[in-house]
């Protein structure tokens, strides 16, 4: 098990509404990104985080926004929620550059009704 | 465009057979490639990486993997699989300009292991 936590588990919304996702880095990691896995996909990288800066973004709409916090913990918000949003959202932290492993949470299931 | 290929959905073997889970990838430079593996209800657990060097690095429990980049190609091995291997397994390739960690993963494929 790695040291990266999601919250919550599991999470069911209705469409049009806002949601908030959160991820606690492992201990020392300065760098955390986060994914969207749809069922039946590989990850999609959605943006990342570093020092409390976003630094890079996938082709996801501006919908999508997070937070970094001084502690270095993270939150994915996404509002107006759309079916298609429906998927597993994983956060992964790391301490280094594009070289280094990426540490990855066990996710938070998204459910749109 | 970037992308990963794994061409098989699903691979079976029997348990105490060689195991090869198949990854194919397009991009420009010199790619950071790597392998994860994901039980159910949990998330992606790092296997193996190849940045520079040899091209068979060998990662956790017993897995190993072979870089050829006249194939542009970064298969998974193990020499004797266990019933325990039985997972969705994901190829992902990084190390973009830009700065920052981005990964772009292979759509996965699910080993199942038969005793």
């Known amino acids: 098990e790695t040291g990266v936590t999601q919250s919550p588990t599991h999470l069911i919304k209705t469409r049009g509404q806002q949601v908030t996702l959160r991820c606690s880095s492992q201990s020392g990691h300065n760098t955390v990104s986060w994914y969207q896995q749809a069922l039946g996909q590989g990850p999609q990288f959605i943006f990342q985080?570093?020092?409390?800066?976003?630094?890079g973004r996938g082709n996801f709409p501006p919908r999508f926004s997070g937070l970094q916090f001084p502690n270095y913990s993270s939150e994915l918000n996404v509002n107006a929620l759309e079916l298609d949003d429906s998927a597993l959202y994983l956060c992964?932290?790391?301490?280094?550059?594009?070289?280094?492993?990426?540490?990855f949470g066990p996710g938070t299931r998204l459910t749109v009704t | 465009a970037q992308s990963v290929a794994q061409p098989e959905d699903q691979v079976n073997v029997a348990e105490g057979n060689p195991l090869t889970v198949k990854c194919t990838y397009s991009v420009s430079g010199n790619p950071y490639l790597f392998w994860y593996v994901q039980y159910p209800n949990r998330g992606l657990q790092f296997l193996l990486k190849?940045?520079?060097?040899?091209?068979l690095v060998k990662g956790s429990y017993g897995f190993e993997a072979e870089f050829n980049k006249s194939q542009t190609s970064f298969h998974l091995k193990k020499p004797s699989a266990l019933v325990s291997d039985s997972a969705l397994y994901f190829c992902a390739v990084g190390g973009f300009s830009g700065g920052y960690n981005k990964l772009i993963f292979g759509a996965g494929t699910r080993l199942a292991v038969h005793p």
């Open positions: 992964a932290s790391t301490t280094g550059g594009s070289s280094y492993e990426q540490y």
């Open positions: 190849y940045i520079t060097g040899d091209n």
């Open positions: 985080y570093y020092r409390e800066e976003e630094n």
